[in-house]
Each structure stands twice: as C-alpha cells, then as structure tokens.
C-alpha cells in the first residue's frame, strides 16, 4: 500500500455537525452508491447491501468536480483526517459477560483482545464483521474496464460446498470516476447471532451464507457510523468551500467551537478563483 498519512472527505454541513456531535464516520452500503455498477456481480443479486464503506481521497489538492458533486461550492466542507482514525477498543471478560448467555471466565491478568467494534455490540445486535479485528480497513480502489473486475464472480461451489468471496466487493470502479482518487474503508457486516454455542453458531452461519447465496438474506442496517480515536479528532482539519455564505461560516465555526474547539479551521484555496 502507498504511504499517505491524511485523507480528505468532501461533504456537506449537515453531514459535518453530525460527525461532529458523535465523532462517528458513516460507512454507507454499496447499494446507496452513486456508481450504481458497483453493487453489481456476475453470479449474486443484492449481495452489494452487506458492503459498506467510507469514501476519502488522498488528493491534497481541492477538486472542483469533487466541490460540486459531494459537498457545493456554497455550503461545505473538506474534512481532513488522519488515515484509519478509528477508535480501537479493549475488550475485557467483564464486558463481554453482561451480554453474553454463556459464561466467560474471568481473566484476572487483565489482558484483553482489542478491536475496532466492540466485540459486547456484535454480541448484543446481532452481526458480525471479521474486520472487527483488525485496525487496517483501507483499501485504494483501482479504476478498470476489465469486465471481470468490475462484475466479480464471488460464488465458488465444489460438489455440495461453496463459499463467497465478500472480500472482492468494493474494490474496482469504472475509469470514469478516476477523478476521485479514492482510498476506502470497507467492513462485511453479516446478520449473525453470535451469542449462541458453538456448534449452533457455525450451523446458523452456514444458513445464512446461503440465504445470501440465494438472494434472501437482508442487510443487518442500511449503515453504520465508526466512532473515530480522540487523537485523530482532536487533529481533523476542516477546509470552507470555495463559495461558503457568511452565515454557513457561522455555523461551521459555532460547531467546531462547541464540539472540536482543537480542530483547525481552513480557507479553500481556490477562494475567490471560481
């Protein structure tokens, strides 16, 4: 993966003060994409809904295109944030036995397993997301023609077995969205049950990876919002579109100074030029 060390979200002020408020980022499913090609494959219908994802760019350089289509000239905004920026959790026995119906054993040295998502949400909401457990979600798309990227085959079958590829959605978009240069953060998320023995748990999965495979299966939730690390909030920079109106200047400043009074404020470059 290349070396980059901030990424760069267009949005609008809405957006802004929700993120703000919850210092959360929104990973959308791909079937609320504006590139309507990438919920698409060649062998599984509607299975775009259990992808989700976060779109950034590594362009430092601010794109009108990008102004326009993703936040307006008049009123938005550029956040800037350190890459992977999400907040990791430890995850101790105590935690976990206040929602699990099994019993933990308690571990007294203290020692706990870390992840992205608190393991107690998967086990209390039902889901499960094997990125849960790693601290690396970025990806750089690649732009193609080639059919075979851009419609992936995701079943594999071999006599009464089969298995989908989930890992190949979200990676390749048309070369006519080059222009966005975008890094995204992906998370599968399964509806799973994981709060049951072993044996269930495993009989249950195989259940609904072919309910997927068949087309039945429904995503857990239309999105979810990561919450971010109190470091990288603490640093996010906050760029004003090209054309912002006084009063969204106002507002834009009142919610840095109520929610991210560390935050760094920014003129757009291209003030006064469009």
Known sequence: ???????????????????????????????NMDDLQEQETADLKNIGQFCYISSWTDDESESIPMWNMYASLNLGVRIKLRKNPFKVYDNLASDLSKVLVLPVKDESSGKSLQSIIPLSEMFSKGFFTVQAMSKELLLKVEYTNDKNKLYPRLLKEEDEHF????????????????????????????????????????HNFQIIVNRIRLGLEKQPFPYYDMSVSNDAFSEMQITLSPRISAGSRVIVQNLLEKYNPTAELKESNILGLI
């Open 163 to 202: 298995s989908i590829a989930l890992g190949e959605l979200g990676k390749y978009k048309n070369l006519h969205w080059q222009f966005q240069n975008e890094w995204r953060y992906i998370l599968n998320i399964l509806p799973l049950n994981l709060n049951q023995p072993v044996e269930n748990l495993i």
């Open 1 to 31: 993966m290349e070396t980059i060390e901030y990424l760069y979200h267009y949005t609008n002020i809405e957006t802004l003060a929700l993120i703000l408020k919850n210092r959360t980022i929104r990973f959308n499913s791909l079937n």
